[in-house]
């Protein structure tokens, strides 16, 4: 079991950054594939990107490719999503994800468990 607290969203101009932070309760995080979500108002649940357990590829939605970038640190138990050269578009509620050995999938079902998100606002 693991839960997940995200933190760093907030309401920032075009063009400009922000890093979420997605802190995981548990001893063994380094275990546990990590994703990034997203949902605009309206609009379905996406994909952003992910990390597998045991690192390796990690993939980005193309929206986001050379903008977002994401990483984690295992001795801190956390996730991060640096976002750069922000959009309006870009504005959603951004959830972390975990699923325990998992490869970096964009699917939203193979992730067991959630964070209840954060929000970000990018204003033109």
């Known amino acids: 079991q693991v839960q997940l607290v995200e933190s760093g969203g907030g309401l920032v101009q075009a063009g400009g950054s922000l890093r979420l932070s997605c802190a995981a309760s548990?001893?063994?995080?380094?275990?546990?594939?990590v994703a990034w979500f997203r949902q605009a108002p309206g609009k379905e649940r996406e994909f952003v990107s992910a990390l597998s357990w045991r690192g390796g590829s990690t993939p980005y939605a193309d929206s986001v490719q050379g903008r977002f970038t994401i990483s984690r640190d295992n001795a801190k138990n956390t996730v991060y999503l640096q976002m750069n050269s922000l959009k309006p578009e870009d504005t959603a509620v951004y959830y972390c994800?975990?699923?325990?050995?998992?490869?970096?999938?964009?699917?939203?079902?193979?992730?067991?468990?959630w964070g209840q998100g954060t929000q970000v606002t990018v204003s033109s």
């Open positions: 548990g001893r063994t995080f380094s275990s546990y594939a």
């Open positions: 994800a975990a699923r325990l050995f998992g490869l970096e999938s964009r699917r939203q079902y193979e992730y067991d468990y």
